[in-house]
């Protein structure tokens, strides 16, 4: 079993950027798949990114293709999302989530985070 705790959202203008923190804790770290995941208001949850328990692979979902950086520090249990170029769309509750089971990186995902808000303002 693994317990996920977020960090580093917040409040930040349109363009700016945020790096956000899941650290895990337990052991095997490395035998999780890791996602980040999102909610806004009014709004089904819905995929962000995810990374392979060796960091090789990532996926993104087209909305922050080009503007969000997903990586693992495996020496750390750490996973972050580094969200550059934000949009007022980005605004949500993110959300950490792993699994220790397959490989398909949009995946079910078994264990979540309680989510940091992400705010961004126009």
């Known amino acids: 079993q693994v317990q996920l705790v977020e960090s580093g959202g917040g409040l930040v203008q349109a363009g700016g950027s945020l790096r956000l923190s899941c650290a895990a804790s337990?052991?095997?770290?490395?035998?999780?798949?890791m996602g980040w995941f999102r909610r806004a208001p009014g709004k089904e949850r819905e995929f962000v990114a995810a990374?392979?328990?060796?960091?090789?692979?990532?996926d993104y979902s087209d909305s922050v293709k080009g503007r969000f950086t997903i990586s693992r520090g495996n020496a750390k249990n750490t996973v972050y999302l580094q969200m550059n170029s934000l949009k007022p769309e980005d605004t949500a509750v993110y959300y950490c989530?792993?699994?220790?089971?397959?490989?398909?990186?949009?995946?079910?995902?078994?264990?979540w985070g309680q989510g940091t808000q992400v705010t961004v303002s126009s």
């Open positions: 989530a792993a699994d220790p089971q397959g490989y398909w990186l949009r995946g079910a995902y078994t264990y």
């Open positions: 337990g052991r095997n770290f490395m035998s999780y798949r």
């Open positions: 990374i392979s328990r060796s960091g090789e692979n990532t």
